[in-house]
């Protein structure tokens, strides 16, 4: 063998060797319990199946957990169009983590605690002002607590605060529900993109 036939295969050896670093780098990984923990997200240890509910998407198409099954995951938001604070923080979120992440394998879902304030044209022009594909969804009051009864999820009575905003206090998570319609974990405060994306990378690779 040549000494110029030599140093060509080495040198090619180097650089698949080299690229295949550089991709392998840039692969996601599935995090462990508790660097998903440092990240944000606690997974459930045991899955359970989401029990029937029947709610409307902001084009006036029945919403069902069916619907959750046409995606690898599904992020859900309990919140409502006229929220000061926590819901356009979470809206905003949500958003960033769908530039992130380049996948069609996710749906994100504000569900309304406000059904009387949010008609569907409402809640239709508000998730869509942070990405067209975000939906909306609400319903009777009662459907809408009785699911957010299943997700762990809990409200208050709309009160008016200083400002005569219509405040409802509810819980401030980001609930993950797979493509069995099966709850898997929960996102809590602070809300932080880049951390919630390696974590959310790790679950589409772990389905």
């Known amino acids: 063998m040549s000494k110029n036939l030599l140093?060509?295969?080495l040198f090619s050896i180097v650089l698949f060797l080299?690229?295949?670093?550089?991709w392998r780098i840039g692969q996601p990984r599935i995090?462990?319990?508790e660097e998903m923990k440092v990240n944000g997200y606690f997974g459930y240890g045991s899955f359970?199946?989401?029990r029937d509910f029947n709610l409307?998407?902001?084009n006036g198409d029945?919403?069902?957990k069916a619907n959750l099954k046409e995606q690898s995951l599904n992020f859900l938001y309990f919140g409502y169009s006229s929220c000061p604070t926590e819901c356009p923080v979470m809206m905003s979120v949500m958003k960033q983590?769908?530039?992130?992440?380049?996948?069609?394998?996710i749906s994100y879902y504000l569900i309304s605690f406000d059904p009387e304030i949010d008609t569907l044209e409402r809640l239709k022009s508000y998730v869509t002002a942070f990405n067209p594909d975000f939906i909306g969804v609400s319903g009777?009051?009662?459907?809408?607590v009785k699911l957010g009864y299943q997700l762990g999820v809990e409200k208050l009575a709309p009160i008016e605060n200083h400002m005569n905003q219509r405040i409802i206090s509810h819980t401030n998570h980001l609930i993950v529900v797979n493509s069995e319609a099966e709850v898997i974990g929960i996102f809590k405060a602070p809300f932080e993109s880049s951390a919630m994306s390696l974590v959310i990378k790790s679950l589409l690779v772990s389905q």
């Open 18 to 22: 080299s690229i295949y670093s550089i």
């Open 48 to 50: 359970e199946e989401l």
């Open 31 to 33: 995090l462990s319990a």
């Open 56 to 58: 409307l998407d902001h």
């Open 62 to 64: 029945i919403f069902t």
């Open 97 to 105: 983590i769908f530039e992130k992440i380049e996948t069609n394998d």
């Open 140 to 144: 009777d009051v009662p459907e809408v």
């Open 7 to 9: 140093t060509a295969i």
